[in-house]
């Protein structure tokens, strides 16, 4: 059913694995320095035996960054910057050429994550689509933390060494299209307690300079006393059940220790919801573990919108696009739509007006990355023709709020927003992309998933004791503003603008690469 291959550490000379690209290969070197020889100051970090040790090497690594113009956050301090981001723990990513996120309480960096205050991590698990093993090496280091680490990944993992504490292992899935797109980690420190991270970003340099990202971090959860059962610790959300289940589906033997963790793991401080997407063909109960109907699952028995005269719109917003159907009614209103419209009353309001945000050619010839081309949806022209009808729902990628505005969104995030802006009654926070294949659809022979996804839903009911996460300043001291990444009221596209799509940026390559050639010719 499901295929994994473990690269073996001894193969670290397989040229398949050290052919990594030129752009891997110059966003390394820019987020590194090229002064640095990385592989020297890791193999002295990994062979340090002891906390204080690291630390020294990692002290001394920070200097000579910032020495080459880097901003590095000073290890020890996330603990107090985590306590801040009570009740939601909702990140998002600090963005290189915007300062003024620098300073912001919700901004983090990837060192941050690992921070020294929240903990000495002795094993670590990555769930990715990309992974660039040496720059997450790399940011072990500037953490001072050296760990056991298991990496799955979908897609592509580059590195030209191996440690020995590293095992990777590359998820197959027999579908043609489909792919591990998750974004977790799962941390375990050396008092045997555990933290889960759930993000939307790669693990690479360009997902964490200069591209809109978001990440909810758990709270620490200790280990439960060896008497107790596997179900004890449970959070009110039934978190720990969602992702004990989840990483059982790979059937992989390395993940059996993770899944022992989670199970001896207290999760009764955690308050929202695992939403996760598995390939496969689901029928009856079982379905309501995944995908769009695990959302209406959650949202019909813990979520109730006030009695407004006029429906909450739905907002969508993600990075790229899948095969939507012919027409609106194809997927969209038949199962999105309801599944999102649910809530725990019967509502006579009818059905809600649909917003999408995605991030338009405008978007990107001002964004951050148009100038070196650092960001590519793979979203195609070909595949936008079939579904021209999506033109009147699309929005554009503003953040002006969050100093985000020129950071393309990698993000995705789907929620309901009152009709005057200032609430909203759920939040979702995932690695799926608006796509069947992410979050599932009705086939002859059932309903149908091809993606792995992974996310997070905020329901207030569990976390504020309210009906509604406010989202602007009301002046109100007991409930905090629910930081959504993106501005209010949306704004329409222009009518001369358009979706992105990977053909834009392939032709701004060709039209850069015919220009270096004509100046070498001529």
């Known amino acids: 059913m499901k295929q994994m291959n473990i690269q073996n550490n001894n193969r670290t000379k397989n040229k398949n694995q050290q052919n990594i690209s030129n752009h891997q290969n110059s966003s390394r070197n820019k987020s590194l320095g090229t002064s640095i020889n990385m592989n020297s100051i890791m193999n002295i970090f990994q062979a340090c035996n002891s906390q204080k040790s ?5 002290e001394k690594a920070i200097k000579m960054m910032r020495k080459l113009g880097h901003t590095i956050v000073q290890p020890g301090e996330f603990a107090i910057k985590y306590d801040y981001s009570a009740p939601y723990h909702l990140f998002l990513t600090r963005i ?7 300073k912001q309480e919700f901004s983090i960096t990837f060192p941050e994550i690992l921070d020294c205050s929240l903990g000495e991590i002795v094993y670590s698990l990555h769930l990715n689509f990309i992974v660039d093993v040496e720059w997450l090496c790399w940011q072990y280091l500037l953490a001072g933390q050296c760990t056991d680490m298991t990496i ?10 191996l440690f020995n504490n590293i095992t990777i292992i590359k998820v197959n899935i027999e579908t043609g299209f489909a792919c591990h797109h ?9 008092d045997d307690g555990i933290r889960v991270i759930v993000s939307t970003a790669n693990l690479r340099s360009t997902d964490w300079e200069n591209v809109t990202q978001g990440l909810w971090i758990s709270p620490h959860l200790p280990r439960l006393p060896e008497s107790a059962n596997p179900s004890d610790g449970e959070s009110p959300t039934g978190f720990k059940k969602d992702l004990e289940r989840y990483l059982s589906k790979y059937e992989q033997p390395t993940l059996t220790q993770w899944i022992c963790a989670v199970q001896m793991a207290d999760f009764s401080k955690v308050n929202v919801f695992l939403i996760a997407s598995v390939p496969g063909i689901y029928q009856n109960n079982e379905a309501n573990f995944w995908g769009y109907k695990k959302l209406a699952h959650v949202l019909s028995r813990h979520v109730t919108l006030p009695s407004d ?3 909450w719109p739905i907002v969508a917003q993600s990075s790229s696009i899948g095969k939507l159907g012919s027409s609106f009614e194809s997927w969209l209103l038949k199962d999105i739509i309801p599944c999102m419209s649910r809530e725990s009353t019967e509502s006579t309001k009818g059905q809600p007006e649909f917003k999408f945000i995605y991030p338009s ?21 070909e595949a936008h023709s079939k579904q021209q009808w999506l033109d009147l729902y699309l929005h554009q990628w503003k953040a002006k709020r969050t100093e985000r505005d020129r950071a393309m969104p990698h993000i995705k995030s789907y929620t309901r927003i009152s009709p005057d802006l200032k609430s909203i009654p759920w939040f979702v926070l995932t690695s799926a992309n608006l796509s069947k294949a992410a979050w599932g659809s009705i086939k002859r022979h059932g309903y149908s998933i091809e993606n792995y996804e992974a996310g997070i839903i905020f329901v207030p009911k569990f976390i504020t004791k309210t009906t509604t996460f406010p989202i602007v300043n009301e002046n109100d ?26 053909e834009f940026c392939n032709s701004l390559r060709w039209t850069k690469w015919l220009s270096s050639t004509e100046k070498v010719i001529f």
Request: proline share 10%; hydrophobic share 30%.
């Open 182 to 190: 998750t974004k977790i980690m799962i941390l375990q420190y050396k």
């Open 96 to 102: 290189e050429n915007s300062k003024e996120t620098y």
């Open 54 to 58: 690291r630390k020294k090497i990692s």
């Open 309 to 311: 005269v006029f429906p």
């Open 477 to 502: 001291p007991v409930v905090p503003i629910f930081p959504i990444p993106y501005d209010l009221p949306l704004s329409q596209y222009e009518w001369n603008d358009g979706p992105f799509v990977i």
């Open 152 to 161: 799955l990944y979908g897609d592509k993992a580059y590195y030209q060494t």
């Open 361 to 381: 050619i405008q978007n990107y010839k001002q964004s951050f990355h148009y100038k070196n081309l650092s960001w590519c949806s793979p979203y195609s022209a």
